[in-house]
């Protein structure tokens, strides 16, 4: 039966890269602003000639952004801190991260290759516990978006 439902229970993501490997997606902790992944150009460019032709070009450029929202008091922060400590530590180890996130309900498969840390996260301390925003610049996005059952 067709589902016109969401949930971000049903959203799996993970981060695979050297110093670690493990879920950032449901039950890790993240907050409720969530995932986000964003690409960093335009796949097209259209150009009009002065006659008032045009023609589309097409960017093979897939790069993009992938934030994870993390709540200030989950575990991962730790484990996200520790992989990025590591692959400070050398170029060797810098830019090898892969991140997938897939939710099995909207059949999305998302996978991001060739992602380095950006910055470590914005630190608040205030009256309530914020979130820490992990960004990583992409060098390759493949979007794999499904139809939910729709």
């Known amino acids: 039966m067709p589902s016109n439902t969401y949930s971000f229970l049903d959203t799996q993501a993970s981060i695979v890269g050297p110093g670690g490997a493990f879920s ?3 039950g890790a902790g993240i907050s409720k602003e ?3 992944i964003e690409s960093a150009n335009d796949i097209n460019a ?12 097409l960017h093979a450029d897939k790069s993009g ?33 892969t991140i997938t996130i897939t939710n099995s309900t909207l059949v ?9 840390f950006k910055k470590m996260p914005s630190i608040t301390y205030a009256e309530d516990g914020a979130m820490n925003e992990w960004t990583f610049d992409v060098i390759e996005i493949d979007y794999g978006l499904g139809g939910g059952g729709l």
Do not use: E, Y
């Open 65 to 97: 952004t992938v934030t994870v929202r993390v709540l200030k008091t989950a575990p991962v922060n730790a484990l996200l801190s520790a992989m990025a400590a590591f692959q400070r530590s050398s170029s060797l180890n810098h830019g090898g991260n």
């Open 46 to 57: 259209m150009t009009i000639g002065a006659d008032g032709k045009g023609m589309h070009n």
């Open 24 to 26: 950032i997606g449901a």
């Open 108 to 116: 999305d498969v998302i996978s991001c290759k060739q992602c380095a």
């Open 34 to 36: 969530g995932i986000t």
